[in-house]
């Protein structure tokens, strides 16, 4: 027997590193990392804690390539009008008026607990006191890609503008060394909301810091259209003449994109995060997440925001994704179970710069691992866990959660942090808002 050894047995091992479901599979996690993946058949090591997986769907956690994890207290605030009235008439009041470090850290506990119990363990984030949020990922166990966000506006805790990029630098210098639970990023708003200066000085200090660039893109046609009046390009053009489009850089939404810009994009070897929640309930669009991936694009799921989704459950996502992408094409056979799967781990660890670390069980990847209960009635019969993952769960169905192979959910039940302290702070906080 090894010591600090845990075996995790039976049900159906998918780990993503195929297109295969190992059905009566293992997984050994040693020292935090993914050990070995064991078919059936394979005989399997001592070790010195066994958990039985019998019935459950055992898989590499989920990774949200999108998200602004504070804004779980606006959930449900402003819902049903067009993305400029809600942006401007509601939530940047709202932050304005509510957003400090306290609020900012029980909106993103809230968030990070409610990632965990629906089993997502890693998140792509971008906010305003993103240091927070970072001690937020750390009390909760999960992971993070966080980014201070940079906007040409005063913004909560940057009330000089002159001073965006320099607070984001500051931010990514006091947490690059808190691998392997936090992966430091800088967030451009969007091409309209940060000058050519700002968007260019932000992405040198992403060179020379090494971290990941993200920024909101053609998310609605307005601003695309508007952009073309103005000077003839597009904002993938506009990005690319500022040397920003490489294959450290982010780009969210890309709802309103011609095939020359994915050809661009794909050149680049830029990557992408696709929300299909929070672009349907704004009514902005599909992005054209098939097409991109043709093209050789990783193409990730982002939740968005709970304040446009209105939740942080990527299952949810994940049915989304498969049916609008059917509906909108009229092909059944487009944006099939395997590809979505993908979509939400690999493809999402690829997307945020982490595809080396995590996103399938191959062994010597950290050991991020949820355990799907399939013993419920909607689950039944399991013809195909595949199938039933994208079409029929949810993350209510998510059992147990490990990151850096440490339980963190065990039954339901998160170990970490109380869920209900957690909540009544955020409901303290909301009874000021509205
Ligand atoms: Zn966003």
């Known amino acids: 027997m090894t010591r600090g050894t845990t075996l995790i047995n039976g049900g159906w091992v998918i780990p993503m590193t195929d297109r295969e479901v190992y059905e009566g599979g293992a997984v050994l996690v040693k020292d935090g990392v993914v050990g070995a993946v064991f078919r059936a058949e394979d005989e399997l090591p001592e070790v010195e804690t066994v958990v ?16 602004h994890s504070p804004m779980s207290l606006f959930r449900g605030l402003a819902d049903d009008m067009p993305l400029a009235s809600w942006l401007n008439e509601h939530i940047f009041p709202a932050e304005a008026a509510h957003i400090n470090p306290e609020t900012v850290r029980a909106g993103a506990l809230l968030s990070c607990v409610e990632m965990l119990l629906s089993g ?41 503008p002159s001073e965006n990029v320099e607070k984001a630098a500051a931010f990514v210098e006091a947490w690059k060394d808190r691998w392997p639970l936090v992966t430091p990023s800088i967030f451009c708003h969007t091409p309209y909301t ?31 259209q508007r952009l073309k009046e103005e000077r003839g390009i597009s904002p993938y053009q506009l990005l690319d003449d500022l040397h920003i489009l490489d294959e450290t850089t982010l780009l969210i939404h890309n709802v309103w994109m011609s095939s020359r810009d994915m050809d661009l994009v794909a050149r680049r070897g830029t990557t992408a995060s696709h929300n299909p929640g929070s672009n349907t309930k704004l009514a902005s669009g599909l992005c054209p997440a098939s097409a991109l991936m043709e093209k050789g694009i990783h193409v990730g799921l982002g939740t968005d925001g709970a304040a446009s989704n209105n939740n942080l459950d990527l299952f949810n996502d994940m049915q989304l994704t498969a049916k609008l992408h059917k509906a909108y094409s009229l092909d059944p056979v487009a944006m099939d179970a395997w590809t979505v799967l993908e979509m939400a781990t690999l493809e999402g660890a690829k997307a945020i710069g982490l595809g080396g670390s995590i996103g399938s069980l191959l062994p010597g990847k950290r050991a991020d691992i949820i355990l799907v209960d399939m013993n419920k009635p909607h689950l039944t019969p399991t013809h195909n866990p595949v199938s039933h993952l994208v079409y029929a769960a949810t993350g209510a169905d998510v059992r147990d959660v ?24 955020v409901n303290r906080i909301a009874a000021f808002m509205g």
Do not use: W
């Open 194 to 224: 940060c000058s050519e200066k700002t968007l260019a000085v932000a992405k040198e200090a992403c060179r020379r810091l090494g971290v990941l660039f993200q920024i909101h893109v053609a998310e609605t046609e307005d601003e695309v």
């Open 402 to 425: 490990f990151v850096e192979g440490r339980q963190v959910v065990k039954g339901g039940r998160l170990l970490t942090v109380d869920v209900g302290s957690v909540m009544a702070e």
């Open 52 to 67: 039985d997986a019998a019935g459950c769907v055992v898989m590499p956690g989920l990774v949200n390539t999108h998200c």
């Open 120 to 160: 997502t363990t890693t998140v792509c984030d971008g906010y305003f006191y993103e240091g927070e949020v970072a001690e937020a990922v750390v009390e909760t166990g999960m992971r993070g890609v966080l980014a201070h966000g940079v906007i040409d506006f005063p913004a909560p805790g940057v009330p000089d």
